[in-house]
Structure formats: structure tokens, C-alpha cells
């Protein structure tokens, strides 16, 4: 801090003591060092050979703000973009695309893992169902969400309508048997299952239907959650090699919010590509899924390790990735008296990093991310506010 004296006449020498010691400086101010507590220093005045006594006291006052509160666990807003059905086998449709979630958690520190998938393998024979749709896994401490889109219908062995859609949730798990199918994913990391595809005459027209509401599932402590409904695929006989009906996937079923406190019902993603008619069998994967984190961090990018340092911003993970999210420490800002028009600088220890604000809520924003901030000149005392 920088103290000021004053004086009609003669020179004023500045002291740590009321009496003896050694002089720190003379005239009209003195800086003092770095100060962690209010200080008291002294002046005297020297004229012509005289000096007054006793010394004056003067007063650098430091007073310090309550710390800033350690934060435990920090809001993050997520989306969860389920990926497009698989395309059905010879003709049969594509599911419905995954669930599109939406919400908030309040996440501790630690490091949690965000799985991109791609859907499973085609199907090789008309026998066999058609692949699951693509899975989006966005990884949390409690509860586990995962949400995939649908699996493309199949026509079955004996060529008669129907055939089973690809669940949600979980590569490896198919839907149930016709429009009515769905499959709850394996309980270990409470996945969910999209609805069953549609059926589909032989020789009639393509037609799709909407996938069911996919089973539900109580964690507990948690929300109940809901998955993305498979899409309904119809098969149509072909009209020739590489030719005839190609069912278009329907819509995914309807979610439910997937927080109590956070998220409004939202529809299913698109239906996946229309699978292969013809002489050759072709069952189509789901698209992958996106998962966007809005955190409290930086830096952006995509995968890897992410450490919170303060700020807004949006990740978006197209593969698979880890963030590590790491609470900051504990802030302490000392209050700073200066004397005189002129300015202060406040500073936080290193390993912090402060947003000041020129109010308690809303206010501008005068530095965002910074160790210091130094005001302009000021004529009266002034508070500033500091978020980490």
C-alpha cells in the first residue's frame, strides 16, 4: 500500500517504530512492502535542523474478505444426442434415431469417461435380426445415462411379416419382436431400450411406424429415465436386384425429463437409412451420437483431458473421450487501502483464477480468468466482487 503524509514545511522521514529504528524513507509518501495484516507506521517532520516529536501514526489498513466458498460440486449442463437408427435388411427400415436429452447434474471432482458408439455389426443372413442403432453414452456419477437409437427392422426367415428392432441402450441387445418390442439394456449400468421396429407385409407397400416409449428404469436417488423408442420399419419385397421397397426409419419415442429439476419431454432423433433390397442383405449401423458438456472449463477440444479452470464453454465429444473435472482451490482476495486519487490492484494467490465483477450480482464483467485486477482511479472507497 502507499501511504501519504503531508507538511507545511521540512522533510518527513517514515519509521516502523514510535520511537527508534532505522528510517525507512522520506517525503511526502512511502510503499509500503507486501502486508498481510493492517500495519502501523510513523513520520516525523525535520526543519532546519529540528524534529518533531512524538511521532505521527499512520495507518495501512489491510482488511481481508471472507473466503471465497470451496466449491464441492459444480452444475454442468448436458445434451445427449442419440445416434440414427440402423437401416433394416433387404428393404426393412431404419430405426429411430436415439433419444435427445437434455438436463443438468451437479458433478464432483474426479474424471468421467463420455462413449461415442457406432452400432453393431450388419446382420449376414435374413435369419438373423438387424444391427442395433448407434449408442451414445454420456458417463456421470449417478445415474449412468445411456441412450442409443434404434435398430433397423428384419425381415425373418420364413419371409412373414415382422421382425425384430434393434434395442437402445446397449450394443448387443436387440428390441422385442415387432412394433410392440422393447428391451431394458443390462441393469449393471442401468442402460435403457429403445422400442421394437414396426412390421411389414410381405409384397404390400413400405410403411413405417413410430417406435415405442423404451422401458423405464428407477435408479435410486435419481430420476426415473426413459429410452429412445426404436424406429418402425416396414420390408417390402423387391422388385428386382438392388431395386424395391426401402422403409424409411419413423421418429424414436417420446422421453421423459431425465432430471426432476431440469429438461421438458423431448421426441426421439430421426429415423436411420433405409436398409438394401434385393439379392444381397444389408443391415446399416446407427450414426454415432454427440455428446455436448457445457462446464465450467477450458480448454476446448475434443477428448482428452479437460481441467476446470474457470469460464464458460462448450465441448463437444465426437469421440470417445475422458474430461477430468477438477474443483478449484480456495480463493482468498485481501482487501487493498491505497490513499489518494489513484488506483489499486487486487490479487489472488496463484492456482486460482477470479471473474471480478463491479457488483454482487449480474454487474460487468471487468476481467475475466486473472490473478489481478487493478482498478482505475479512485476517489472513495470502492467494492469490488470476485467469482471463481
Known amino acids: 500500500a502507499t501511504l501519504q503524509a503531508a507538511t507545511a514545511a521540512g522533510t518527513i522521514n517514515?519509521?516502523?517504530?514510535?520511537?527508534?529504528?532505522?528510517?525507512?524513507?522520506?517525503?511526502?509518501?512511502?510503499?509500503?512492502?507486501?502486508?498481510?495484516?493492517?500495519?502501523?507506521?510513523?513520520?516525523?517532520?525535520?526543519n532546519n535542523g529540528c524534529t518533531s516529536s512524538p511521532r505521527t501514526s499512520v495507518v495501512a489498513t489491510v482488511n481481508s474478505l471472507p473466503q471465497a466458498a470451496s466449491i464441492t460440486g459444480?452444475?454442468?449442463?448436458?445434451?445427449?444426442?442419440?445416434?440414427?437408427?440402423?437401416?433394416?435388411?433387404?428393404?426393412?427400415?431404419?430405426?429411430?434415431?436415439?433419444?435427445?436429452i437434455t438436463g443438468s447434474v451437479s458433478l464432483l471432482s474426479g474424471s468421467f469417461?463420455?462413449?461415442?458408439?457406432?452400432?453393431?455389426?450388419?446382420?449376414?443372413?435374413?435369419?438373423?435380426?438387424a444391427a442395433n442403432g448407434g449408442t451414445t453414452t454420456l458417463s456421470?456419477?449417478?445415474?449412468?445415462?445411456?441412450?442409443?437409437?434404434?435398430?433397423?427392422?428384419?425381415?425373418?426367415?420364413?419371409?412373414?411379416?415382422?421382425?425384430?428392432?434393434?434395442?437402445?441402450g446397449h450394443p448387443g441387445f436387440s428390441g422385442g419382436a415387432g412394433a410392440a418390442g422393447g428391451f431394458a439394456g443390462g441393469t449393471a449400468n442401468n442402460e435403457i431400450g429403445g422400442g421394437g421396429a414396426g412390421a411389414g407385409a410381405v409384397g404390400t407397400s413400405a410403411s413405417n411406424s413410430n417406435g415405442g416409449i423404451g422401458v423405464s428404469s428407477?435408479?435410486?436417488?435419481?430420476?426415473?429415465?426413459?429410452?429412445g423408442g426404436g424406429g418402425g420399419g416396414s420390408w417390402q419385397v423387391g422388385i428386382g436386384p438392388g431395386q424395391g421397397g426401402q422403409?424409411?426409419?419413423?421418429?424414436?419415442?417420446?422421453?421423459?425429463?431425465?432430471?426432476?429439476?431440469?429438461?421438458?419431454?423431448?421426441?426421439?432423433?430421426?429415423?436411420?437409412?433405409?436398409?438394401?433390397?434385393g439379392s444381397t442383405p444389408v443391415a446399416k449401423n446407427g450414426g454415432s451420437g454427440i455428446v455436448i458438456v457445457r462446464y465450467l472449463g477450458s480448454p476446448s477440444g475434443t477428448g482428452g483431458t479437460i481441467t476446470q479452470v474457470g469460464g464458460y464453454t462448450i465441448h463437444?465429444?465426437?469421440?470417445?473421450?475422458?474430461?477430468?473435472?477438477?474443483?478449484?482451490?480456495?480463493?482468498?482476495?485481501?482487501?487493498?487501502?491505497v490513499c489518494g486519487l489513484t488506483s489499486a490492484t487486487g490479487t489472488v494467490?496463484?492456482?486460482?483464477?477470479?471473474?471480478?465483477?463491479?457488483?454482487?450480482?449480474?454487474?460487468?464483467?471487468?476481467?475475466?480468468?486473472?490473478?489481478t485486477y487493478t482498478t482505475p482511479a479512485l476517489a472513495s472507497t470502492t467494492t469490488y466482487y470476485v467469482a471463481v
Do not use: H
Open 14 to 46: 517514515w519509521y516502523a517504530a514510535l520511537t527508534g529504528g532505522a528510517s525507512l524513507g522520506t517525503g511526502t509518501s512511502y510503499t509500503t512492502p507486501s502486508i498481510a495484516a493492517t500495519t502501523t507506521y510513523y513520520v516525523d517532520v525535520t
Open 74 to 100: 459444480t452444475t454442468v449442463d448436458y445434451l445427449v444426442v442419440g445416434g440414427g437408427g440402423g437401416g433394416g435388411q433387404e428393404g426393412g427400415g431404419g430405426g429411430g434415431g436415439g433419444q435427445v
Open 113 to 129: 469417461a463420455v462413449t461415442i458408439g457406432n452400432g453393431g455389426a450388419g446382420a449376414t443372413t435374413i435369419s438373423t435380426a
Open 140 to 168: 456421470l456419477p449417478t445415474p449412468v445415462v445411456s441412450i442409443g437409437g434404434g435398430g433397423g427392422g428384419s425381415k425373418n426367415a420364413q419371409g412373414a411379416s415382422g421382425g425384430n428392432g434393434g434395442g437402445g
Open 218 to 227: 428407477s435408479i435410486s436417488g435419481s430420476a426415473t429415465f426413459y429410452g
Open 247 to 277: 422403409g424409411g426409419g419413423g421418429s424414436g419415442g417420446t422421453a421423459s425429463s431425465p432430471l426432476a429439476t431440469s429438461g421438458a419431454a423431448n421426441t426421439g432423433g430421426g429415423g436411420g437409412g433405409s436398409g438394401n433390397s
Open 316 to 337: 463437444t465429444f465426437n469421440s470417445n473421450g475422458t474430461f477430468a473435472f477438477n474443483n478449484p482451490s480456495t480463493a482468498v482476495v485481501p482487501n487493498v487501502t
Open 349 to 371: 494467490a496463484a492456482g486460482s483464477t477470479l471473474d471480478w465483477y463491479d457488483a454482487p450480482t449480474n454487474g460487468n464483467l471487468l476481467s475475466q480468468g486473472t490473478l
